[in-house]
């Protein structure tokens, strides 16, 4: 027992000798979360090709999965893993499952030429919405991953980390300088918190303006961006005009306050919608993200923390898989869509003068024939069988672009029908049979898509959509599995 005591400590001095070096060595630039929660998704390796054709050179994953992980290899790309929450509770109990874990997807991908540098154990556990489910594992399971990186010889090189939302920290004032860590998650967080700083590992922190303004309509729209403001705050000598600047240092006075100033921070994930939301849309994911990308870019940091920021970009593509529970946003994240195509020009390194404001598309991407499915026009949109054919198609497909001014919120009655129809017909790899609608849907190959809304064709995937994508009942049988829409089907 204090043998293994005496070895934590010299290991933690060494790590934070290391991690100074690591922070040094990977100082700046911006790297991007690579989520696969999607139908149809785009080939490992077209996304690998993205990522380097954009220089994108650090890539966090949700989940060690095998595809992305071998595409990564000898490519010179940072990887950051992350462990799903429902292993957690595995991990925190069996040492040996997290020794196992570490040689399977660490060592093994380091040997053939991934280069890991972090593993990120859970994402968000102590978001409020899980009701404290992931309290008691998170620590448990940081501390066997860490073991198991020492004794596989790999703690130099991989840090351990957890991405927390900011709802992990608050103010009591309403300023930056009032923070603290949330009064009910307070000794779990500090327990975490030494730990990281005992081992040179660093914070990670997903910070999101846009759903401050989603949650409150009196927030001020042009603190949520970059490009200064009529709302800025002032705290004591410091002035904050974004609430980027003002969440994260809440986070370093939190860090502060505790005796923590010192630990080294990264966003996790920082990003704007394009989608599904007043506020979501491809002028608005530019603003900010281009002015996040300028305001990191000089290297001065927060007031409070000046410096490069190290952050992830959320998302690098859409995903059509995404729960829309939080808000139907949630499946367009992406700077780039499902299929890797731009969907706004940005400049991902605005402090380099050579650097170009295009972003390069995937390429080479197989799409399904030019064909989608509607309503027929000869429909009567009285029919009954109608809203409940749309419900349907809506809670099996995607309808996140039907809404109050999203993209395809000026379609007619006739249009809305047609688009979730396609929708879930794009899903099937445009199987005719997912076109029948009770005799209301019918197949064309003339675009439906309006200026501003697009009628998806799906990539070819060779048949290999998702399982649990494709509805394995047919479709009378499914009627009744379908789910509550928070859309209101309006008819004429
Ligand atoms: C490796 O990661 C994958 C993906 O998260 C997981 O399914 C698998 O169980 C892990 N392997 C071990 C041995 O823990
Ligand atoms: C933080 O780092 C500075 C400079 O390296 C040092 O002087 C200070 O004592 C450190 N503070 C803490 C809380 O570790
Ligand atoms: C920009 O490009 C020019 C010409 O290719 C090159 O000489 C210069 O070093 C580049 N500058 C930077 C900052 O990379
Ligand atoms: C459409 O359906 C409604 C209700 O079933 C019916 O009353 C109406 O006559 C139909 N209209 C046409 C043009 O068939
Ligand atoms: C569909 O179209 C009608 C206009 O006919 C509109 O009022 C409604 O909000 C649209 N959206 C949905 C999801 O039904």
């Given at each position: 027992m204090e043998q293994r005591r005496r070895r934590r400590r010299s290991w933690g001095l060494l790590a934070a000798i290391a991690s100074l070096i690591w922070s040094v060595r990977c100082a700046g630039g911006i790297g991007a979360n690579w989520g696969t929660q999607a139908s149809h998704l785009l080939p490992p390796s077209t996304v690998v090709q993205m990522l380097k054709d954009n220089g994108i050179d650090k890539v966090k994953l949700f989940d060690a999965e095998a595809g992305p992980m071998n595409a990564l290899a000898k490519t010179g790309i940072q990887v950051m893993v992350g462990i799903p929450n429902d292993m957690l509770a595995g991990l925190a109990t069996d040492e040996k499952a997290a020794e196992r874990w570490v040689s399977k997807n660490a060592s093994k991908y380091i040997d053939d030429g991934v280069d890991v540098r972090f593993v990120a154990v859970g994402n968000e556990p102590f978001l409020a919405s899980y009701r404290g489910s992931f309290l008691r594992t998170t620590l448990p399971a940081l501390q066997n991953i860490q073991a198991a990186l020492i004794a596989a010889g790999l703690s130099n090189q991989v840090k351990v980390t957890v991405p927390l939302n900011a709802d992990v920290y608050e103010s009591s004032t309403g300023k930056p300088s009032g923070g603290d860590f949330r009064t009910d998650i307070r000794d779990p967080m500090l327990s975490i918190v030494k730990f990281l700083s005992d081992n040179g590992a660093p914070f990670t922190v997903n910070i999101y303006p846009f759903i401050s303004l989603y949650d409150d309509p009196n927030f001020p729209v042009d603190y949520a961006f970059f490009d200064g403001s009529s709302s800025s705050i002032v705290d004591g000598s410091l002035t904050y005009s974004n609430v980027f600047d003002a969440n994260h240092d809440t986070l370093v006075a939190s860090l502060r306050k505790n005796g923590f100033g010192n630990l080294s921070i990264i966003v996790g994930e920082v990003g704007w919608p394009t989608d599904g939301d007043i506020n979501a849309n491809p002028r608005t994911a530019q603003r900010f993200n281009q002015g996040f990308l300028r305001h990191i870019s000089g290297g001065n940091g927060t007031p409070l923390r000046p410096g490069n920021v190290e952050a992830y970009q959320f998302s690098l593509v859409d995903e059509d898989e995404k729960s829309i529970q939080p808000g139907n946003f949630e499946r367009h994240w992406g700077v780039f869509a499902f299929d890797g195509s731009r969907k706004y020009e940005l400049n991902l390194r605005p402090a380099d003068s050579n650097s170009s404001s295009s972003l390069v598309g995937a390429k080479n991407v197989k799409y399904l024939d030019r064909k989608w499915c509607v309503l027929k026009s000869s429909a009567n949109l009285s029919d009954s069988q109608i809203a409940q054919s749309m419900s349907y198609a809506c809670a099996n497909a995607d309808?996140?672009?039907?809404?109050?001014?999203?993209?395809?919120?000026?379609?007619?009655a006739q249009g809305n029908i047609s688009y979730a129809f396609n929708s879930y017909y794009q899903k099937n790899d445009q199987d005719w049979k997912e076109c029948e609608f009770s005799g209301l849907g019918t197949v064309t190959e003339k675009d439906p898509s309006t200026a501003t809304c697009k009628f998806e064709i799906m990539i070819d995937v060779g048949g290999a959509a998702r399982p649990g994508t494709t509805t394995a009942v047919g479709f009378g049988l499914s009627m009744f599995l379908y789910v509550a829409l928070p859309l209101t089907l309006t008819l004429a």
């Open positions: 309808c996140t672009s039907l809404g109050y001014r999203t993209s395809c919120g000026d379609l007619d």
